[in-house]
């Protein structure tokens, strides 16, 4: 089946230690997003690739940086982990018109020691 | 300004029974409506969509939405709950304007419980 896999499912890092959490996909779409997921809260947009066009939300702390070196795959840097970015991570596609639906991910929930 | 509002932070019900989770909507535009489903500690499931085709919408595991646009209202219902619909529901709006906006406005989401 297509899909979007996020690897790893649950990551452990310590405070101000470099991670990266990746996403591929199956389903060819040419637009991939990140999201932070927080606990009872909706998930916030940090950025979003359409194709290699990479578009950052205006609040997303400098921390955060992405990479997308093809189609199928695009990755979230965490440059100095502090203990607020402990949340679920989540990655999503969809295809190129505005108004279609977003696949997600199973989620990567990071914990910061 | 696009906006979302879940009407119940909390919805409990009796397994078996008939299930409303409530959104109302505001938009300038034409919007496209999507109902999300997500378990604990797992990524968001599309329940069903609307996107300007017919206004009665069918989804997965039993669940149907209607867009009625004079109530800016995209109600969630299933006629009969299961003990696996327990879960977090979040209704979404793009915001339904030209371009390249592809920030989704999110509900706060509706926490599902199903009693046995």
């Known amino acids: 089946d297509a899909m979007v896999i996020q690897n790893p499912r649950y990551q452990v890092t310590q405070f101000g230690k470099p991670v990266t959490l990746s996403c591929s996909q199956t389903l060819n779409h040419n637009v991939m997003y990140w999201y932070q997921q927080k606990s009872s809260q909706a998930p916030k947009l940090l950025f979003h690739y359409y194709d290699k066009d990479f578009n950052n939300e205006a609040d997303t702390p400098d921390n955060f940086q992405s990479r997308r070196p093809n189609t199928s795959f695009c990755f979230l840097d965490i440059r100095s982990p502090g203990l607020g970015d402990a949340a679920m991570y989540l990655c999503?596609?969809?295809?190129?018109?505005?108004?279609?639906?977003?696949?997600f991910g199973d989620g990567t929930r990071l914990s910061i020691l | 300004a696009q906006s979302v509002t879940q009407l119940d932070s909390h919805v409990s019900v009796s397994e078996g029974t008939p299930v409303l989770l409530r959104c109302n909507y505001s938009s300038s535009y034409s919007p496209s409506l999507f109902w999300y489903v997500q378990h604990p500690n797992k990524g968001l499931q599309l329940l069903l969509k609307y996107t300007s085709a017919a206004t009665l919408v069918k989804g997965i595991n039993g669940f149907e939405a209607e867009f009625k646009k004079s109530e800016t209202s995209f109600h969630l219902t299933k006629p009969s709950a299961h003990m696996s619909d327990a879960a977090e529901y979040f209704c979404v709006v793009t915001p339904g304007n030209a371009g390249n906006n592809r920030k989704l406005i999110w509900g706060l989401g509706t926490s599902l419980a199903v009693n046995p």
């Open positions: 999503a596609t969809s295809g190129q018109g505005s108004n279609q639906p977003q696949h």
